[in-house]
């Protein structure tokens, strides 16, 4: 499997991580873990399995998850991905992002059909990469329906981020000033979880990426875990491995 990363043009950048090309000239399967960016797919050959959807349609919406995800590529498959900022994806949708999540709805539910076939027959003529992500940056400037973040529910995401998920949303809305049910629904709606299903992302994937597995149940316990059954069941759920099991195996997202 081959991952190429481009990084957006300036406008788009308050709004988009990163676009990828993903490659595979032979067929794979891939465990991708939760993470706290919405992304947009676009399959430009191929077929993408998801192993409890069936055969994902030729360009989806995907929202935040708490588990992981198995993915089983075909040979000569080619995949375009968009992967938003946290606060990102909802400068180019109305529909609210929390409504996604847990899943993948397909892309004609967000984007009129007649401009979705446009791109999509502009990126089938595209003749290499490079022009692929060149029609997909003109595309999104042309569905951009805000030019600045929310910058209330970027500061709470810093915040979450600071802490490495170990926050109470209590404390967050101290420095906030603002009102418990106010910020959840703007967070949720921006973001596409509630501020403590992202937290808690946020929280497993600072742990995973901090652990060599040795190290892991103490990190654990200062990331807020008390309790092992807990933890493990949280770990299990979130990477389909218990913890011995997940750092002796082969690639991960």
């Given amino acids: 499997m081959h991952i190429e990363k481009y990084i957006p043009v300036a406008t788009l950048q308050p709004f988009i991580k990163s676009f990828m090309i993903i490659e595979s000239e032979f067929p794979v399967q891939n465990q991708i873990l939760p993470d706290t960016a919405v992304v947009m797919a676009f399959r430009l050959r191929g077929t993408v399995m998801d192993k409890d959807q069936g055969i994902l349609p030729a360009t989806t919406l995907g929202g935040l998850r708490k588990t992981f995800r198995s993915l089983a590529y075909s040979g000569n498959t080619t995949n375009l991905l968009i992967v938003f900022r946290e606060d990102g994806a909802a400068a180019f949708f109305k529909e609210p992002m929390h409504e996604l999540f847990g899943g993948a709805a397909s892309l004609d539910n967000f984007i009129r059909r007649q401009q979705l076939d446009d791109i999509t027959e502009q990126l089938a003529a595209a003749g290499d990469n490079q022009a692929c992500i060149a029609i997909m940056q ?21 915040n979450i981020r600071q802490a490495d998920g170990n926050l109470r949303i209590k404390e967050l809305l101290q420095e906030l000033h603002i009102s418990q049910d106010a910020f959840e629904k703007r967070f949720r709606k921006i973001t596409g979880a509630t501020p403590k299903q992202f937290a808690s992302i946020v929280r497993l994937r600072s742990l995973i990426g901090k652990a060599d597995g040795s190290t892991l149940t103490a990190l654990a316990y200062d990331a807020g875990y008390f309790d092992q059954a807990h933890f493990i069941k949280d770990f299990k759920s979130f990477t389909g491995k218990t913890p ?10």
């Fill in 244 to 253: 011995g099991e997940f750092y002796r195996s082969a690639i991960y997202w």
């Fill in 138 to 158: 003109g595309f999104l400037l042309t569905v951009l329906r805000q030019t600045k973040p929310d910058l209330l529910v970027r500061e709470a995401i810093r």
